[in-house]
C-alpha cells in the first residue's frame, strides 16, 4: 500500500472512543510542553487540532493567564474540548482546517500541535508554514506527530487488504505519520528558518486493557482513511475481523489481561529569530547589496 499519495483528511472523529485510551494519548503531550521554553508570563497560544482538549488543560494549567486559541476542523471535536475547558474567559474556539488556519492574520508566541498535522496532505510544508506565519519572532513552534512507519499494527493495513484481495481500493490511502526523519527537517524543511530547533523520537510502551485494544486504538485514529477507501459494509467488516485476528497475534494478551503496544512518536520544537536577529540579518543583507553597487 503506498504511502506517498493524497488521501482524504476527513475523519469521522467520536469523541468518546478517542477518549477511552486516553492517557497514553495525553502522555507525549505532557512530555513536549515539559520542553517548552518561553520568556513571556503571559504568551499567546494556539493548540491546533486540539481535539477533546485534555492537551489545552495542560497548557492552561502551565500558563494559567495565557490567552488560547483551540482550533480544530471537527465540530464535535471542539464541542468536546470547550466541555472539558468549561468556562474560561481567556479560551477561544476556532473551527477551521489546518491549510486555512495557516492563512490568517492572527500570530502567537507558542503554536502547539499534538497527535494532528500529520493528517493534513502535506503536512512539512504545513509545519514550515505555521512556522512562518503563525509564529511571532522569538516564539516556538512545539510539534508531537505519530511516526508509526515501521509499526506492525500499521503494516499490517496494507497486508490484511492484501490477503483479502482489497489491495486495489488503498491503492491511493497514505496512512497518516511523520514521513521524514529528523535530518530533513534541519536541512530543508525548518533548520534554515529557525534560531533553535529540537528534534526527538520516543517509543511508549503503552500498556492497554480490554479486548482486541491494539485494534480499537488505531480504529480511531490511522485506520481511518483505510475504512473510508474500503467503502461497502461488507468490506469493511472482514477487514476489521481479519485485522483483529492479526493484531491479537502481533500482540499477546499477557496473562493479567493486558497488552504491550509500543507506539513511537516524533516531537520537534521550533523557535523563530527574535526580532534583534531579524533586523541584523536584514542588515547583513543590505550591506551585502550596498557593496554590489544596489543603490538604497
Known sequence: MSRARR?????????????????PRLQPAADLISRVALDGKKPAIADV?????????????TWPDAPILCVDSSAD??????DTLELDENVRFKEADFDGFAKDNE???????????????????????????????????AVQIPDTRAQRSHQLFGEVAESLGLAERLADVRVPSNQHDAAVYFDRLLGPLCESLECW?????????????????????????????????????????????????????RKDGTTLFPFTRFFLIARRPGLMDLYAEYSAYHDHQLEKGWKS
Open 7 to 23: 488521501f482524504s483528511t476527513a475523519a469521522k472523529w467520536i469523541p468518546a472512543a478517542y477518549l477511552a485510551f486516553g492517557e
Open 49 to 61: 487540532g486540539c481535539g477533546t482538549g485534555a492537551p489545552t488543560r495542560l497548557l492552561r494549567q
Open 77 to 82: 471535536m471542539l464541542a468536546a474540548c470547550h
Open 107 to 141: 500570530s502567537f508566541d507558542l503554536v502547539f500541535s499534538n497527535a494532528a498535522l500529520h493528517w493534513a496532505d502535506d503536512a512539512p510544508s504545513l509545519i514550515s508554514r505555521l512556522l512562518t506565519s503563525k509564529v511571532r519572532p522569538g516564539g516556538l513552534l
Open 201 to 253: 523520537t520516543t517509543t511508549y510502551v503503552q500498556v492497554l486493557k480490554g479486548d482486541d485494544p491494539v485494534f480499537r486504538f488505531v480504529r480511531e485514529t490511522g485506520m481511518q482513511p483505510v475504512l473510508a477507501a474500503l467503502g461497502d459494509a461488507d468490506a469493511v467488516d472482514a477487514f476489521e475481523a481479519e485485522y483483529r485476528r492479526r493484531a491479537a497475534e502481533e500482540y499477546p494478551k
